[in-house]
């Protein structure tokens, strides 16, 4: 079992940064692939960038390439999402989620492949 903790949400001006934070608890956190998501209202949950067990991979939505950087520190059991150059359209509730499956070759895009999730993190941004 992981439970997960955002933090780091905000009202920010556009071209500001933030950097999202997610604490973990529960041994396994290493073993899983993290990914965070994202909602604005009225939409579908949107993948934004996940980042494997191992760290040597990451995978970004192709509209914040460039501008977010995910990681991770297994030691801390915290996965990270630097947001640079932010934009209005960024605006939503921000979730980072866990895919439970140790060790797992591949990564997902769908929410759907995600066990464990935080509750959010809201980001605003003002034009």
């Known amino acids: 079992q992981v439970q997960l903790v955002e933090s780091g949400g905000g009202l920010v001006q556009a071209g500001d940064s933030l950097r999202l934070s997610c604490a973990a608890s529960g041994r396994t956190f290493s073993n899983y692939n993290m990914g965070w998501f994202r909602q604005a209202p009225g939409k579908e949950r949107e993948f934004v960038a996940a980042?494997?067990?191992?760290?040597?991979?990451?995978y970004y939505l192709d509209s914040v390439k460039g501008r977010f950087t995910i990681s991770r520190d297994n030691a801390k059991n915290t996965v990270y999402l630097q947001m640079n150059s932010l934009k209005p359209e960024d605006t939503a509730v921000y979730s980072c989620a866990a895919d439970g499956v140790p060790f797992r070759p591949y990564y997902s895009r769908s929410p759907s492949e995600y066990k464990y999730w935080g509750q959010g993190t809201q980001v605003t941004v003002s034009s």
């Open positions: 980042i494997n067990w191992g760290s040597s991979r990451t």
